[in-house]
């Protein structure tokens, strides 16, 4: 079963942030959040992961909220090339199998011009 | 970032041939590499975990005699579709795993079986 819930759509204006929320209720105290982007007909990009402080990088920021059962990407200015399907994932960061991935059904984010 | 490459990128072949797709790591090293599947508009389902030097594990309802996989160096692992059917046409994925935890994806392979 998927650990993550995500809505199905969002539509975001180009130029304006794009906030995708996910929620993991039962995440335990060992699993990071992780976020995947995958544009059609790509394989996944990685964006960004974190545990249970407040991420940022290049291309977005992860804001987790103090309980840890929820989290926002934050994509600051959205761009046509950012419209894609985001994946929430919530992963123990060990080695072997539980080094995999489980892919909900993600938010599909149209940017808009 | 990391880069993993997949290749073919597209490939067709007839009923009952075999297609072997090839996934590398480019500029690090993955001891563990894992191969996906993902059917139009769905999302990607995990066939099996590829461990260098050792044997696949596979998911419940993957045939392990039908999709064989070869990690025999810590950059490449291989996945074969063998005796290949018009309902494994999909798009198969796979992802490496760096010392660091991240997982970095393929480009993906798309398999047209006519």
């Known amino acids: 079963d998927a650990k993550t819930t995500q809505p199905p759509s969002m539509d975001c204006a180009e130029g304006r942030a794009a906030n995708l929320p996910c929620n993991h209720s039962t995440i335990s105290g060992n699993e990071y959040v992780y976020w995947y982007r995958q544009i059609h007909s790509q394989g996944p990009q990685y964006i960004i992961h974190g545990l249970k402080n407040n991420e940022t990088n290049e291309m977005a920021s992860l804001i987790i909220t103090e309980d840890r059962k929820s989290s926002t990407l934050i994509l600051p200015h959205a761009t046509l090339r950012d419209t894609a399907v985001y994946y929430c994932i919530v992963r123990v960061d060990g080695g072997g199998s539980q080094g995999n991935l489980i892919f909900g059904k993600g938010t599909k984010l149209s940017v808009k011009p | 970032g990391a880069v993993v490459s997949q290749h073919p990128s597209r490939v067709i072949c007839k009923s009952g041939t075999s297609v072997k797709i090839e996934c590398r790591s480019l500029d690090f090293q993955a001891t563990t590499m894992f191969w996906y599947r993902q059917f139009p508009k769905q999302s990607l389902m995990l066939m099996a975990t590829s461990n260098e030097g050792s044997k696949a594990t596979y998911e419940q309802g993957v045939e392990k005699d039908k999709f064989l996989i070869n990690h025999a160096s810590l950059t490449l692992s291989t996945l074969t579709v063998t005796s290949a059917h018009p309902e494994d046409s999909s798009f198969y994925i796979c992802?490496?795993?760096?010392?660091?935890?991240?997982?970095?994806f393929g480009e993906g392979s798309r398999l047209t079986v006519l």
């Open positions: 992802s490496a795993r760096r010392y660091t935890g991240e997982l970095f």
